[in-house]
């Protein structure tokens, strides 16, 4: 039963072979293939498009891609003193 793996831990393609959770292990050109022939469309050119994952403030604001303005309009905490 699957169950008993899903909760949350991260294992090696080897563990996942073993606990049968994948079919067989491979590199992204395997699972191309894979996928042409599962299609119907070996021989054929496909194209892969890679999303990339949007970069979030803290990694803008450490290679410095991001302007004071837009730093600025950044919602922010504020600590209000009370006298």
Same mark, same amino acid.
């Given at each position: &039963?699957?169950?008993?793996?899903? &909760?949350?831990?991260?294992?090696?393609?080897?563990?996942?072979?073993? =606990?049968? @959770?994948?079919?067989? @292990?491979?590199?992204i050109? &395997?699972?191309?293939k894979?996928?042409?022939?599962?299609?119907? =469309?070996?021989?054929?050119?496909?194209?892969?498009?890679? =999303?990339?994952?949007?970069?979030?403030?803290l990694?803008?604001?450490? &290679?410095?891609?991001?302007?004071?303005?837009? *730093?600025i309009?950044?919602?922010?905490?504020?600590? *209000?003193?009370s006298?």
């Amino acid at each position: &039963d699957l169950k008993q793996y899903a &909760d949350g831990r991260i294992f090696t393609g080897r563990q996942a072979k073993k =606990l049968k @959770l994948v079919d067989r @292990l491979g590199n992204i050109q &395997d699972a191309i293939k894979e996928a042409k022939k599962l299609a119907g =469309l070996e021989g054929k050119t496909v194209m892969v498009i890679r =999303l990339r994952k949007e970069e979030g403030l803290l990694q803008k604001m450490l &290679d410095s891609k991001i302007s004071t303005g837009e *730093l600025i309009s950044f919602p922010r905490f504020y600590y *209000l003193m009370s006298f």
